[in-house]
């Protein structure tokens, strides 16, 4: 069964910086065509991508966001960082992990998300 | 960029209805990686269908997504009152190589 899960801070304060970690089970982010998304969602509002790290380490991010973040991973957690500076108050937001296998295209599987405030 | 738009942005049907949601790209996407999720309130988005028209593990028949190039659809042929949610189209191979639409909300009429 494959399954991901967010963790983070719930508040953190403009400015700051921002560690989201997704851990995930059931899959190899070392296996040919396996990738881990971030998406967020504000509240009320729609689904924005925001990275992406595929099992060669390739990296790719959001136009708009690029300057900020850094996603990584550690294959031998099972574990994929995302990390986004100078947060601010828009950043507030429901932060999701997913899995994306290249052969679909699609993110398959979905973890259940934290809700990241930012707010002094 | 691909800029990915959905229409319309709410659409109200009766339970039993058929709903039909389109999905248009600025730019050609590949049919193979065009795909629709489902998005209830509180809930993370369920992979509906990827591939433009493959429905995904456990998804019931009465969706299913045709399309190609930029314009794509997602049908589904009789609302049950559990298909009420939001849509969102999402394509997947271009730079940036991840794109969602802005939704379509699918209330109750």
């Known amino acids: 069964q494959v399954t991901l899960r967010e963790s983070g801070p719930a508040l953190v304060k403009p400015t700051q910086t921002l560690t989201l970690t997704c851990t995930f089970s059931?899959?190899?982010?070392?296996?040919?065509?396996?990738?881990v998304s971030w998406i967020r969602q504000p509240p009320g509002k729609a689904l924005e991508w925001l990275a992406l790290?595929?099992?060669?380490?390739?990296?790719y991010y959001s136009t708009s966001l690029k300057t900020r973040l850094t996603i990584s991973k550690d294959t031998s957690k099972n574990q994929v960082v995302l990390t986004m500076t100078n947060m601010d108050p828009v950043d507030t937001a429901t932060y999701y992990c997913?899995?994306?296998?290249?052969?679909?295209?699609?993110?398959?599987?979905w973890g259940q998300g934290t809700t990241v405030t930012v707010s002094s | 960029e691909i800029v990915l738009t959905q229409s319309p942005g709410t659409l109200s049907l009766s339970p039993g209805e058929r709903a039909t949601l389109s999905c248009r790209a600025s730019q050609s996407v590949s049919s193979s990686y065009l795909a629709w999720y489902q998005q209830k309130p509180g809930q993370a988005p369920r992979l509906l269908i990827y591939?433009?028209?493959s429905r995904a593990t456990g998804i019931p028949d009465r969706f299913s997504g045709s399309g190609s190039g930029t314009d794509f659809t997602l049908t589904i042929s009789r609302l049950e009152p559990e298909d009420f949610a939001v849509y969102y189209c999402?394509?997947?191979?271009?730079?940036?190589?991840?794109?969602f639409g802005q939704g379509t909300r699918l209330e109750i009429k």
């Open positions: 790290i595929d099992w060669d380490d390739d990296k």
């Open positions: 591939g433009a028209s």
């Open positions: 999402q394509q997947y191979g271009s730079s940036p190589p991840v794109d």
């Open positions: 997913a899995r994306i296998r290249f052969m679909l295209g699609a993110m398959d599987v």
């Open positions: 059931g899959f190899s982010l070392s296996t040919s065509g396996m990738c």
